[in-house]
């Protein structure tokens, strides 16, 4: 009479990153058995990143050498750096852990590219950094030109950071976006992570004020936050710990837009799984138990490695993107993005941070915080079978200027079927 709930119990990454590599690599094998390639490569997520080497069984079926890049060609291959083999194990797979834990098949919808953009020692010159990037994203689309894609960049810097304001690095991924009126592109980015000095204490009131880094101030791209659903920790290292966020809330590491002037864009626009945190008094640290886990840079030292932060979420909004694009090829850059952001609904504790705002400022500054919320598969992919989603394809111009006066101009109108 004294049970109140019974529970399967939860299997964290903590379990596969305790194991030997030997261990590692029998569990990877097991799973990349079971994986059914897309039935074309049509469809990719492209990462702009620190490169990605084709040894790992999970990611060498999905990356073809042709796809491998780097904005410098005398830079070396690989990565060395173990960032952008963390991207293309969650770009390609999600998390890995429920995959591991099933036995049935594994079906993958697109394949990867990967643009080398860091090379392995000292820097890029900032100045630079929007030159970069259009030309790595032209190596990818040169190399495969007839190929639906969706660009992810988990890269950051707090250079050029303005509380909104465009960027030399923004304005050229606005450009990249929408900018040409003969090509469009779906180009993903992280919101930054705050990097040091995290603490119980700080939480969630340094979110609210650490804001979002360059370049992911641009309009037309599609801004990434992190929040989580990780808060079992069974790691007896960490005994006595608690999670720095309840479930269902921001991640401690994600930055927002609540300090930007109402003129700048809603950003992040969508929230995804970026992992927790964990504190006990003072202490603030990280555990294996809270991550997400992924494909490790160099499987001779291990094959699983754990993965956090808005880079992750950007990570899973590309795996999210790819899959969409698998099933709606056809559909312009722009209606993916419309649908992710569309499918998007906040959480319990994010509906109750909005009812408790009293007022219009705070209300936004919610908005600022989570953009639209968690974005779903299935709303996204499905809305033509149960929750209806209509986007119209079509072009207007609804502003034009006189003298120094905005006014409208087109308007379209549309028959619901």
Same mark, same amino acid.
């Given at each position: 009479?004294?049970?109140?709930?019974?529970?399967?119990?939860?299997?964290?990454?903590?379990?596969?990153?305790?194991?030997?590599? +030997?261990?590692?690599?029998?569990?990877?094998?097991?799973?990349?058995?079971?994986?059914? &390639?897309?039935?074309?490569?049509?469809?990719? +997520?492209?990462?702009?990143?620190?490169?990605?080497?084709?040894?790992?069984?999970?990611?060498?079926?999905?990356?073809?050498?042709?796809?491998?890049?780097?904005?410098?060609?005398?830079?070396?291959?690989?990565?060395?750096?173990?960032?952008?083999?963390?991207?293309?194990?969650?770009?390609?797979?999600?998390?890995?852990? &429920?995959?591991?834990?099933?036995?049935?098949? %594994?079906?993958?919808?697109?394949?990867?590219?990967?643009?080398?953009?860091?090379?392995?020692?000292?820097? @890029?010159? &900032?100045?630079?950094?929007?030159?970069?990037?259009?030309?790595?994203?032209?190596?990818?689309?040169?190399?495969?030109?007839?190929?639906?894609?969706?660009?992810?960049?988990? %890269?950051?810097?707090?250079?050029?950071? @303005?509380?909104?304001?465009?960027?030399?690095?923004?304005?050229?991924?606005?450009?990249?976006?929408?900018?040409?009126?003969?090509?469009?592109?779906?180009?993903?980015?992280?919101?930054?992570?705050?990097?040091?000095?995290?603490?119980?204490?700080?939480?969630?009131?340094?979110?609210?004020?650490?804001?979002?880094?360059?370049?992911?101030?641009?309009?037309?791209?599609?801004?990434?936050?992190?929040?989580?659903?990780?808060?079992?920790?069974?790691?007896?290292?960490?005994?006595?710990?608690?999670?720095?966020?309840?479930?269902?809330?921001?991640?401690?590491?994600?930055?927002?837009?609540?300090?930007?002037?109402?003129?700048?864009?809603? $950003?992040?626009?969508?929230?995804?799984?970026?992992?927790?945190?964990?504190?006990?008094?003072?202490?603030?640290?990280?555990?294996?138990?809270?991550?997400?886990?992924?494909?490790?840079?160099?499987?001779?030292?291990?094959?699983?490695?754990?993965?956090?932060?808005?880079?992750? *979420?950007?990570?899973? =909004?590309?795996?999210? *993107?790819?899959?969409?694009?698998?099933?709606?090829?056809?559909?312009?850059?722009?209606?993916?993005? =419309?649908?992710?952001?569309?499918?998007?609904?906040?959480?319990?504790?994010? $509906?109750?941070?909005?009812? =408790?705002?009293?007022?219009?400022?705070?209300?936004? =500054?919610?908005?600022? $915080?989570?953009?639209?919320?968690?974005?779903?598969?299935?709303?996204?992919?499905?809305?033509?079978?149960?929750?209806?989603?209509?986007?119209?394809?079509?072009?207007?111009?609804?502003?034009? $200027?006189?003298?120094? +006066?905005?006014?409208?101009?087109?308007?379209?109108?549309?028959?619901?079927?």
């Amino acid at each position: 009479d004294s049970i109140a709930e019974l529970r399967r119990a939860k299997d964290t990454p903590a379990l596969f990153m305790n194991w030997h590599n +030997v261990e590692q690599a029998a569990w990877a094998a097991g799973l990349a058995e079971r994986i059914v &390639p897309p039935k074309s490569r049509d469809v990719a +997520v492209c990462l702009l990143d620190t490169g990605v080497s084709r040894a790992h069984p999970l990611l060498a079926a999905a990356l073809d050498p042709n796809d491998v890049h780097s904005y410098d060609p005398t830079w070396l291959g690989g990565d060395q750096n173990g960032h952008g083999a963390d991207m293309a194990g969650t770009a390609l797979y999600g998390d890995l852990m &429920p995959l591991l834990a099933g036995n049935g098949p %594994v079906t993958t919808t697109h394949c990867l590219e990967s643009v080398k953009i860091f090379p392995d020692q000292g820097s @890029n010159e &900032p100045k630079l950094y929007g030159a970069i990037t259009a030309e790595s994203i032209a190596r990818a689309e040169i190399s495969a030109p007839g190929r639906h894609r969706a660009t992810c960049m988990a %890269v950051t810097c707090d250079i050029g950071v @303005n509380r909104g304001r465009p960027s030399s690095w923004s304005a050229a991924i606005d450009q990249l976006c929408f900018g040409d009126p003969t090509v469009s592109r779906l180009i993903l980015l992280a919101a930054g992570n705050i990097r040091n000095g995290l603490s119980k204490a700080d939480y969630p009131a340094r979110n609210e004020t650490e804001p979002i880094e360059n370049p992911a101030q641009a309009w037309n791209a599609l801004t990434v936050g992190a929040y989580t659903e990780k808060t079992a920790i069974v790691d007896e290292t960490y005994a006595g710990w608690e999670p720095v966020a309840p479930s269902g809330d921001i991640c401690p590491t994600s930055r927002t837009s609540v300090t930007w002037e109402k003129k700048w864009p809603i $950003k992040p626009e969508i929230v995804l799984e970026g992992g927790n945190w964990a504190f006990q008094g003072d202490q603030c640290d990280c555990p294996d138990d809270l991550g997400i886990l992924t494909t490790h840079r160099d499987p001779t030292i291990r094959h699983f490695d754990i993965f956090r932060d808005t880079s992750a *979420a950007t990570a899973i =909004a590309g795996n999210l *993107a790819g899959r969409i694009m698998a099933l709606v090829p056809e559909r312009w850059p722009e209606t993916i993005r =419309a649908l992710i952001v569309h499918s998007a609904e906040w959480t319990p504790v994010m $509906k109750g941070q909005l009812d =408790a705002a009293p007022s219009k400022q705070q209300k936004r =500054a919610v908005l600022r $915080k989570y953009g639209y919320g968690v974005p779903s598969y299935e709303r996204a992919a499905l809305s033509s079978a149960n929750d209806l989603t209509l986007i119209v394809e079509d072009e207007l111009q609804p502003f034009w $200027k006189e003298g120094s +006066v905005i006014k409208t101009r087109h308007m379209n109108l549309h028959q619901f079927p």
